[in-house]
C-alpha cells in the first residue's frame, strides 16, 4: 500500500531533550516536506525537500533540523525542544514539485508535547 | 507570493443541508488548486484538485468544487451533508510565482460540523 509513514504517533518529552520523528514513504516521491499544525494558524511549512541531499527552509524551520540522505526517508530533528514547539507535526511526500498539479500525499501526524 | 483565505472557520450545516465551504486565493499566475480533507485523527487526504479544463471539479464523497477565474475562488460545495463528512477542510494553491518549482500554499481551514 502507498503510504507517508511517521513515528512516533505520539510523543511527550522535556524541554531540551533532543527528539527524532522519522518519515519514511514508499512511493518513490521526490519532494518530501514536514509541516506543523496549530489551531487557527493551518498548515505551516517548516522545511522540505526537492531531492535526496536536497534541502531548504520552509516558511518557520527555526528550531529544526531535517536530513535526506535516503530517497524514501526524511527525519525532523529537534535538537533542544521547547515549549513553542508543542504542535501536531506532519511529513508529506510528492511526485514532484516542478510539477504543478502533483497532490501531497500526507502521514498520520506526530503529536508532540514539551513540557 | 500565493495566498488562501477560507472564510469561516466553523461551518456547522444539518444532515442533508447544501455544504458551502469557501476558498479564495491570490496567485501572480494562474493556479492549481486542491480541496484536502482531515478527519479526526488522521493526516489530509485530497479531496479533488483544478488543473487546467473544465472549471467544475468533482472529488470524491460527492464533494464538487467550481473555479471561478473572475472571482479567484474555488469553493467546496457537497448537495446533501453527511455524518460522516464532518471534518476539517483546507483549500491550497500551487504556484510557482515565475520559477521551476511549485509551493502549496495552505488556507487555515475550515472545521465543518454536521447535526443530526
Known amino acids: 500500500e502507498a503510504q507517508v509513514t511517521q513515528n512516533p504517533r505520539y510523543l511527550i518529552t522535556v524541554t531540551g531533550k533532543k527528539l527524532t520523528v522519522t518519515c519514511s514513504q514508499n512511493m518513490n516521491h521526490e519532494y518530501m516536506s514536514w509541516y506543523r499544525q496549530d489551531p487557527g494558524l493551518g498548515l505551516r511549512q517548516i522545511y522540505y525537500?526537492?531531492?535526496?541531499?536536497?534541502?531548504d527552509k520552509g516558511d518557520v524551520p527555526e528550531g529544526y533540523k531535517v536530513s535526506r540522505k535516503e530517497k524514501r526517508n526524511f527525519p525532523l530533528i529537534l535538537e533542544s525542544p521547547s515549549p513553542n514547539q508543542t504542535s501536531l507535526y506532519f511529513c508529506?511526500?510528492?511526485?514532484?514539485?516542478?510539477?504543478?498539479?502533483?497532490?501531497?500525499?500526507f502521514g498520520n501526524g506526530t503529536r508532540l508535547t514539551v513540557t | 507570493a500565493q495566498s488562501v483565505t477560507q472564510l469561516g472557520s466553523h461551518v456547522s450545516v444539518s444532515e442533508g443541508a447544501l455544504v458551502l465551504l469557501r476558498c479564495n486565493y491570490s496567485?501572480?499566475?494562474?493556479?492549481?488548486l486542491f480541496w484536502y480533507v482531515q478527519y479526526p485523527n488522521q493526516g489530509l487526504q485530497l479531496l479533488l484538485k483544478?488543473?487546467?479544463?473544465?472549471?467544475l471539479v468533482k472529488g470524491i464523497n460527492g464533494f464538487e468544487a467550481e473555479f471561478k477565474k473572475s472571482e479567484t475562488s474555488f469553493h467546496l460545495t457537497k448537495p446533501s451533508a453527511h455524518m460522516s463528512d464532518a471534518a476539517e477542510y483546507f483549500c491550497a494553491v500551487s504556484d510557482s510565482s515565475g520559477g521551476s518549482n511549485y509551493k502549496l500554499t495552505f488556507g487555515k481551514g475550515t472545521l465543518l460540523t454536521v447535526n443530526p
Open positions: 496567485s501572480s499566475v494562474p493556479p492549481y
Open positions: 525537500s526537492m531531492n535526496v541531499e536536497v534541502t
Open positions: 508529506a511526500s510528492s511526485l514532484s514539485r516542478t510539477v504543478p498539479n502533483s497532490p501531497l500525499h
Open positions: 483544478y488543473t487546467t479544463g473544465a472549471t
